[in-house]
């Protein structure tokens, strides 16, 4: 008796201990970190949130938004300062607020930014944030820290989908951190320096957040659209702050994001000068050269999750 | 009931006895339960507070003190254990004070300042008192060792699956928006955390746990211990290190073994004192220093040498290897920072531009500087010749005598190639860790220092102690014992 009590013990150890849940999400060693810019797409999205239906679309725009550069270190213009104004009004970052409009002649706005994100960084707010690649878009790293392809996701036009382990409980704000990048191999012949014109691009971005419906075993799809001048100057440094006071944005319908579960994003690219599909006049035999959205974060500061 | 006049005067006469003692007589039980919890707490390192452990072993070690006060008035005892602790202790002071120490964590200073000196003061100490059976203080720490790696490697199945370093080679996952092999990695218990550490880690404990296969094999059957607990116990850890072995699966971590089951095999099949064994030992250290030697010259480019060198091929592989390149580089910056390297301060939230030398020593000249090395290295020395002592002494059975050598060997030979200096990830900090292996932190550096501190004293038998340092009251309880 006492031996087939051990023995079953025994299974269940070793049932257990052969989950692997960790390793559901492997990637090949070097995978998304080629020299070849092609082979760096990111392109996992969920059949089940592609299916879904659009529920109702949100436009984004100047009334209910801010967006800036993470370089911009005018005090008046950073989007640190949208960013503290908006969470001041919950009640939140009172102290980082109160420092950044205290008038201090030395206050350094990039540092104050990075205190900011790292604070409120997905990952930090649930741990459940912390695994697999979508992690790249919860470590609070908004911009470039040095180590290239390892802070962002590079994406095509149909972009990426992700659903999580936990449901959205409440929320106030949103974040996302973008730069758009090329292969365009600038400072050659044909390419021999960036255009001001050239270190932009117009894009249509839709991202959204997905509610279980679990009677119909599908999701509501809730699509937020905006179309943004992204910088594409290929410095990784460079990137675009967007913040949405989510209130603004969704009104009355604010409380029907509740319960998200599941986040995709994908974009348009409407217009630049020399890269397709809205180029106006691309090189002779450069017309293969592509754009790509680079996805640095996404945050929602102060959310609850369950 | 009626006191007889008898009991009254045999009570006041206890009481008399007792007055004469020292603390740790009077409680002996109470002190030696109290180590060995510290013991088995230091090497599962569930509360992670390592200087509060340190620190309790520092209040055990002063309060032990009384019975080393006799060694160091002996004159035959004197200077070794003068020479023993002089060398801990200065190693101690620079190892305090070394800048990748945190300057801000006054307890961490103070406790790192005293405890190699107290837990080798301990080891003395206990090995003294009749009533303290090392066999229990080897469970112990082999316990809390057993019980780590065990969960650790639940956990580690749990979230990888079996055999991962195999079946997973070459797959990468993403952690905090990094990526780890997963083969090069497995989960593991800090505290109450569990961070994702190199394989490094992984070896040190198994590779501790293993060593005792052999000196159970040859000696378990034939031991006189009629506790079948005891022995039951010693199998389930050897059990727990070879099912640890088999599913990770870590077959490079029986390479570490090899000079120890070399060694207990030897010990095993030439028990006494042997002229030849001992000239082989000899020649073996010889060569060993000579080619120290020499690799400190060639690291400092001493031209003939370097020419020596590069004429023969296997020995400038040997050296052009980057593994050596990285022993070469520390030796080669000692200069700079003859205080210990200022690296910490650098690298605080990049570790990964840290490196490590895998090597104790050569880890130790890095973060603590030339006198804290100079010193570790003598003692080094000095106490595995006392080791060498202990093995052929008949202190303890030939059981506990090949368990502590098995185990000394090993760990010293993983951490002189293997020493698991970072471990991969630490999340909860939210910056990647550069100093929780370091060295001077390290649980099991404390754990074999008592251990070291047990053997170093062996030419003196157990039966002779009293005449050489007479314990207070001694005669007295010998006395009871006729009566």
Redesign the interface.
């Given at each position: 008796m006492n031996k087939a009590k051990i023995g079953l013990v025994f299974t269940a150890?070793i049932s257990?201990?052969?989950?692997?849940?960790?390793?559901n999400?492997?990637?090949?060693?070097g995978?998304f970190e080629s020299a070849d810019f092609l082979e760096n797409y990111y392109e996992v999205f969920p059949s089940a949130l592609l299916e879904s239906p659009l529920t109702k679309q949100y436009v984004v725009d100047e009334t209910n938004s801010s967006y800036g550069n993470i370089f911009d270190t005018n005090k008046e213009t950073a989007p640190i300062k949208h960013i503290l104004d908006t969470d001041h009004e919950f009640d939140f970052e009172e102290d980082m607020y109160n420092e950044y409009n205290s008038g201090t002649a030395s206050l350094n706005v990039l540092d104050i930014s990075t205190r900011y994100f790292?604070k409120n960084r997905l990952?930090?707010i649930d741990q459940s944030f912390?695994?697999?690649?979508?992690?790249?878009?919860?470590?609070g790293?908004v911009h470039c820290d040095g180590s290239g392809s390892?802070?962002r996701i590079q994406l095509k036009e149909q972009g990426m989908g992700k659903i999580f382990s936990k449901e959205l409980i409440s929320y106030s704000t949103m974040l996302l951190a973008f730069r758009g990048g090329t292969n365009i191999p600038w400072g050659t012949t044909n390419y021999p320096y960036l255009t001001q014109s050239e270190r932009k691009a117009e894009v249509l971005i839709n991202f959204s957040l997905y509610v279980a419906d679990n009677d119909n075993d599908s999701y509501n799809q809730y699509q937020f659209t905006t179309t943004r001048d992204v910088k594409t100057d290929d410095n990784g440094m460079n990137t675009n702050i967007l913040y949405i006071n989510l209130k603004d944005v969704l009104d009355v319908d604010e409380l029907l994001i509740k319960r998200a579960s599941a986040f995709s994003i994908s974009y348009e690219l409407l217009d630049h000068p020399t890269l397709k599909p809205a180029g106006g006049s691309p090189l002779i035999g450069y017309e293969d050269y592509e754009f790509a959205l680079m996805f640095y974060e996404l945050m929602l500061p102060h959310s609850t999750w369950n | 009931m009626k006191k007889l006049r008898k009991d009254v005067i045999g009570n006041m006469e206890e009481v008399k006895k007792q007055e004469g003692k020292t603390f740790v007589e009077n409680n002996t039980s109470l002190i030696i339960f109290l180590f060995l919890e510290v013991l088995f707490f230091l090497t599962f390192g569930i509360i992670k507070a390592d200087s509060i452990m340190r620190i309790i072993g520092v209040l055990l070690a002063v309060v032990s003190l009384p019975l080393a006060l006799p060694l160091l008035r002996d004159a035959k005892t004197k200077i070794p254990v003068l020479l023993a602790l002089g060398l801990l202790f200065i190693y101690g002071v620079f190892t305090a004070i070394a800048p990748m120490i945190s300057f801000n964590n006054m307890l961490t200073m103070l406790s790192l300042l005293f405890a190699f000196v107290a837990f080798f003061i301990l080891g003395l100490t206990l090995a003294r008192l009749p009533e303290f059976n090392v066999l229990y203080a080897l469970l112990a720490i082999l316990a809390g060792v057993a019980l780590l790696v065990t969960l650790s490697?639940?956990i580690t199945?749990?979230?990888?699956?079996?055999l991962?370093i195999v079946l997973?080679k070459?797959?990468?996952?993403?952690?905090?928006?990094?990526?780890y092999?997963?083969s090069a990695q497995v989960k593991w218990l800090f505290g109450f955390d569990v961070r994702e550490t190199n394989l490094n880690v992984a070896s040190l404990n198994i590779g501790i746990l293993l060593s005792t296969v052999l000196p159970i094999i040859f000696y378990l059957p034939k031991d006189k211990t009629k506790n079948k607990y005891i022995k039951i116990a010693l199998i389930a850890i050897a059990a727990i290190a070879a099912l640890a072995t088999i599913l990770l699966p870590l077959p490079n971590v029986l390479f570490y073994l090899v000079p120890s089951l070399i060694l207990v095999t030897i010990f095993r099949f030439y028990p006494k004192n042997d002229k030849w064994l001992k000239i082989i030992g000899y020649v073996f250290l010889g060569v060993f220093g000579f080619a120290v030697f020499i690799g400190f010259l060639y690291a400092f480019n001493v031209g003939f040498i370097v020419q020596a060198i590069d004429a023969i091929p296997l020995v400038n592989r040997v050296f052009a290897h980057p593994y050596v390149g990285v022993w070469l580089k520390t030796i080669r910056e000692m200069f700079v920072y003859p205080m210990g390297s200022i690296e910490s301060l650098e690298i605080i939230g990049f570790s990964r531009y840290s490196y490590t030398t895998e090597n104790f020593l050569l880890d130790t000249l890095r973060h603590s500087g030339i006198v804290a090395f100079l010193m570790l290295a003598a003692f080094i020395l000095i106490a595995g010749k006392k080791l060498f002592v202990y093995v052929r002494s008949d202190r303890d059975t030939p059981l506990i005598r090949s368990l502590i050598l098995s185990f000394l060997i090993t760990y010293f030979v993983l951490i002189a190639i293997n020493y698991p200096y970072h471990q991969l990830a630490d999340?909860s900090a939210?910056t990647r860790a550069i100093d929780y292996f370091s060295f001077a932190r390290s649980e099991l550096w404390l754990v074999s220092l008592f251990l070291l501190g047990y053997v170093y004293l062996s030419p003196v038998k157990q039966s002779s102690i009293e005449k050489v340092a007479p314990l207070i009251n001694v005669p007295e309880l010998e006395e009871n014992a006729h009566e």
């Amino acid at each position: 008796m006492n031996k087939a009590k051990i023995g079953l013990v025994f299974t269940a150890l070793i049932s257990l201990t052969a989950c692997g849940v960790e390793v559901n999400e492997l990637f090949d060693a070097g995978q998304f970190e080629s020299a070849d810019f092609l082979e760096n797409y990111y392109e996992v999205f969920p059949s089940a949130l592609l299916e879904s239906p659009l529920t109702k679309q949100y436009v984004v725009d100047e009334t209910n938004s801010s967006y800036g550069n993470i370089f911009d270190t005018n005090k008046e213009t950073a989007p640190i300062k949208h960013i503290l104004d908006t969470d001041h009004e919950f009640d939140f970052e009172e102290d980082m607020y109160n420092e950044y409009n205290s008038g201090t002649a030395s206050l350094n706005v990039l540092d104050i930014s990075t205190r900011y994100f790292s604070k409120n960084r997905l990952l930090n707010i649930d741990q459940s944030f912390k695994y697999g690649y979508f992690s790249k878009l919860t470590d609070g790293l908004v911009h470039c820290d040095g180590s290239g392809s390892h802070v962002r996701i590079q994406l095509k036009e149909q972009g990426m989908g992700k659903i999580f382990s936990k449901e959205l409980i409440s929320y106030s704000t949103m974040l996302l951190a973008f730069r758009g990048g090329t292969n365009i191999p600038w400072g050659t012949t044909n390419y021999p320096y960036l255009t001001q014109s050239e270190r932009k691009a117009e894009v249509l971005i839709n991202f959204s957040l997905y509610v279980a419906d679990n009677d119909n075993d599908s999701y509501n799809q809730y699509q937020f659209t905006t179309t943004r001048d992204v910088k594409t100057d290929d410095n990784g440094m460079n990137t675009n702050i967007l913040y949405i006071n989510l209130k603004d944005v969704l009104d009355v319908d604010e409380l029907l994001i509740k319960r998200a579960s599941a986040f995709s994003i994908s974009y348009e690219l409407l217009d630049h000068p020399t890269l397709k599909p809205a180029g106006g006049s691309p090189l002779i035999g450069y017309e293969d050269y592509e754009f790509a959205l680079m996805f640095y974060e996404l945050m929602l500061p102060h959310s609850t999750w369950n | 009931m009626k006191k007889l006049r008898k009991d009254v005067i045999g009570n006041m006469e206890e009481v008399k006895k007792q007055e004469g003692k020292t603390f740790v007589e009077n409680n002996t039980s109470l002190i030696i339960f109290l180590f060995l919890e510290v013991l088995f707490f230091l090497t599962f390192g569930i509360i992670k507070a390592d200087s509060i452990m340190r620190i309790i072993g520092v209040l055990l070690a002063v309060v032990s003190l009384p019975l080393a006060l006799p060694l160091l008035r002996d004159a035959k005892t004197k200077i070794p254990v003068l020479l023993a602790l002089g060398l801990l202790f200065i190693y101690g002071v620079f190892t305090a004070i070394a800048p990748m120490i945190s300057f801000n964590n006054m307890l961490t200073m103070l406790s790192l300042l005293f405890a190699f000196v107290a837990f080798f003061i301990l080891g003395l100490t206990l090995a003294r008192l009749p009533e303290f059976n090392v066999l229990y203080a080897l469970l112990a720490i082999l316990a809390g060792v057993a019980l780590l790696v065990t969960l650790s490697l639940i956990i580690t199945f749990y979230a990888y699956g079996f055999l991962h370093i195999v079946l997973l080679k070459g797959k990468v996952i993403y952690l905090a928006g990094d990526f780890y092999q997963v083969s090069a990695q497995v989960k593991w218990l800090f505290g109450f955390d569990v961070r994702e550490t190199n394989l490094n880690v992984a070896s040190l404990n198994i590779g501790i746990l293993l060593s005792t296969v052999l000196p159970i094999i040859f000696y378990l059957p034939k031991d006189k211990t009629k506790n079948k607990y005891i022995k039951i116990a010693l199998i389930a850890i050897a059990a727990i290190a070879a099912l640890a072995t088999i599913l990770l699966p870590l077959p490079n971590v029986l390479f570490y073994l090899v000079p120890s089951l070399i060694l207990v095999t030897i010990f095993r099949f030439y028990p006494k004192n042997d002229k030849w064994l001992k000239i082989i030992g000899y020649v073996f250290l010889g060569v060993f220093g000579f080619a120290v030697f020499i690799g400190f010259l060639y690291a400092f480019n001493v031209g003939f040498i370097v020419q020596a060198i590069d004429a023969i091929p296997l020995v400038n592989r040997v050296f052009a290897h980057p593994y050596v390149g990285v022993w070469l580089k520390t030796i080669r910056e000692m200069f700079v920072y003859p205080m210990g390297s200022i690296e910490s301060l650098e690298i605080i939230g990049f570790s990964r531009y840290s490196y490590t030398t895998e090597n104790f020593l050569l880890d130790t000249l890095r973060h603590s500087g030339i006198v804290a090395f100079l010193m570790l290295a003598a003692f080094i020395l000095i106490a595995g010749k006392k080791l060498f002592v202990y093995v052929r002494s008949d202190r303890d059975t030939p059981l506990i005598r090949s368990l502590i050598l098995s185990f000394l060997i090993t760990y010293f030979v993983l951490i002189a190639i293997n020493y698991p200096y970072h471990q991969l990830a630490d999340l909860s900090a939210n910056t990647r860790a550069i100093d929780y292996f370091s060295f001077a932190r390290s649980e099991l550096w404390l754990v074999s220092l008592f251990l070291l501190g047990y053997v170093y004293l062996s030419p003196v038998k157990q039966s002779s102690i009293e005449k050489v340092a007479p314990l207070i009251n001694v005669p007295e309880l010998e006395e009871n014992a006729h009566e």
